[in-house]
Structures are given as structure tokens and as C-alpha cells.
């Protein structure tokens, strides 16, 4: 007696589809999964793009996807289609070896890696935060929002995928970190949801994914960035470096963009998220460094460097993407993709909608 086919099963709360790629390798990965085929594309290209540029990194956010939520229309067994992990493969080994090469001078010990970040530099010009907190107007935050979104709505969900990966102290401390970025039991609590109470305070649309269009590649590198590192086991002391960084920068951070929020008179739960962070991350710095790194060092000692590559690696695409942030709002136009300029609070473009046309 023949089976009867499998129904293709979808995720709940999956986000839409591009509308199109970004070149050859965004688009075949686009049209295998609206197709439910293999993907078509030339097999040295994957060599031949920018490791971080449009094509790859879109390319890389669709595949790491199907491992979240998945997408609207796409069977969820095209998380496991071999085909699809051979591009992912391909893609990753260009992401990963341009990583390594961008940081080949940087520290390969954690209390090397970490020092410089556990001291408030003097000279803040070049942070983010602190032109948001001092300088920045309600349309950049909406901005910076919107970009972030693509992590922030499923913060600290790459991170898990170390939990198995560890024993003993190590893993006792990241549960307890975790549990508390799931809202410790409380579902209003979980911080990708404090994250979509900002957005709305910011007239921006919740959706999961929605800004994915609008996100350029250095956003999407910073979060391929987790997927890529939370995805294989060989890389965990690059993931436990990555967040041990993420908690570290994130207490001072917070407390500037809460400050920017109040200023701009962003909303209560906008200015919340950020001052929830500046207490919580005080407290997860210390947990992190000493029981999660600590704990890992003494079971493998030898994966220090790769606690160390990790932070290196995070530094080096939050400066990237600060860098083309600033670099979009300085020339006076938006920081998102397929806008050329700003609008205001009062600029007509709907409260559902980021940038505009200057």
C-alpha cells in the first residue's frame, strides 16, 4: 500500500518572502524556496561575492531563517534540504574565512579580548548611542529600530543553541541569562516582545521580518553572524565570545539610548526596553565573564581563542554597521535600503512606514 504524501507544514508567526534578490545568489536561494527546487546558480560564485556585501549576506539571512521561523509559503522541511545546506555551506566558508582575515590581528585571549571593554572610553564621538542620546532626532531612532528588529524580535534565540553544547557552570550560567531573556516565566516579560512594545511606541510595524526588504547588508551580517555560529557545534567558544560581548557593551549602550528615547519623547515602553537592559546586562556581564566563560575555559581550555574570535568578530560588524549608519544620516539620507532620504514625525509618510524621500 503506497503512503500518501507528506503535507508540507508551515511555522506559525513566519515572516514573507523578499519580493526579489540582491544578485545571482539571493535570487536563486529565492527561487528554489518559492519553487521547491534545488537552487540554480554558478558553483564558483559563491567565491566571487562580497563576503559582506548584498547578495551573500541576503543569501546567508534566508537560509539561517529556515532554522526560526521559516517563511510564509515554504515547506519547513526545506530547513533540512541538502541542497540548500551545500549553497548554505558554500556561503558560510566565505563569511567565516573573510571574518578570520578581518581580525587576524586581534587578541586571542579573553582577558585580552574583553579588557578594552570593560573601561567607558573618554572619547564617545564614535559611538552610535551617543549621537542618538545627544544629537539624534525621533526619525533616526525610528530607523535604528526598524533595523534592529531583525534581531530583536527573536533576541537571545541564536544563543540556546549553545546550551547543549555546554556543561556544568557554564551551562547553569547561560540558562540562568537566557531564562531571564525569555522573561523568566512571564510572556510579556520576554524581551522580543518589550522590543515590539517599542516598536509600536515608535509607529512601527511588529511583524516578524518585516523590515528584512529595508535592512542592508551589514545588519544582516550582524545577525548572521549569531546564526552562524549558534548553527555548529565547532564554533560554541566563538558563540559563548559573541554573547559575552553583547552583554558586556550592552549595559552602557542601553543607558544612552534609553536617554535618547526619553529625549525624543520616544514613548514609556520604548525608553522600558533600553532601561531594562542597563540593570539586566549589568548583571549578565558578571555572570557571563566569570561563570560562562570561566566555566567553559576550565572544561576546554583550548577553544579560548575562539572566545576571543567571537568578540573580535562582533566588534568588527558592530562598527561596520555603525559606520554605514552614521555615514547615511550624515549625507542626510536613510540608513535603510531604498530610501533616499528622511522623514520626520510630521512627514506624511503613514505611521507604519520608515524614511521616505527627502
Known sequence: MTAPAATPTRTSGAGPLPDEGRGPLSAAVLDALRGGRAPHHDSAEPQRADPFGEDLQLA???????????????DDAR???????RLRRALEERFLAALRADTADAPTTAREAFAPLLVEPVDLSGSLSHYLATEGELWQLREYAALRSLYHLKEADPHA???PRLVGRAKAAMVAIEYDEFGAGRPERIHARLFADLMDDLGLDTAYGHYLEQAPAPVLATV????????????????????????????????RLAKAMRRCGAGPAAEHFY?????ADAVHEQVVRYEVIGGLLADEPGLEADVAFGCA?????????????????????????????PTGPAGGSGRRAVGGTA
Do not use: K, Q
Open 60 to 74: 546567508l539571512y534566508l537560509l539561517y531563517e529556515l532554522h526560526y521561523r521559516g517563511f510564509a509559503g515554504v
Open 79 to 85: 530547513e533540512w534540504d541538502p541542497d540548500l545546506l
Open 161 to 163: 543553541w549553545v546550551i
Open 224 to 255: 548572521n553572524l549569531m546564526s552562524l555560529l549558534g548553527l555548529h557545534r565547532a564554533l560554541r567558544g566563538a558563540l559563548v565570545g559573541h554573547f559575552a560581548c553583547v552583554e558586556v557593551t550592552s549595559s552602557p549602550g542601553s543607558r
Open 275 to 279: 532601561a531594562e537592559h542597563v540593570e
Open 313 to 341: 568578530a562582533t566588534l568588527l560588524l558592530e562598527d561596520r554597521l555603525a559606520a554605514h549608519i552614521r555615514s547615511a544620516w550624515e549625507r542626510g539620507r536613510s540608513a535603510l535600503r531604498n530610501r533616499t532620504g
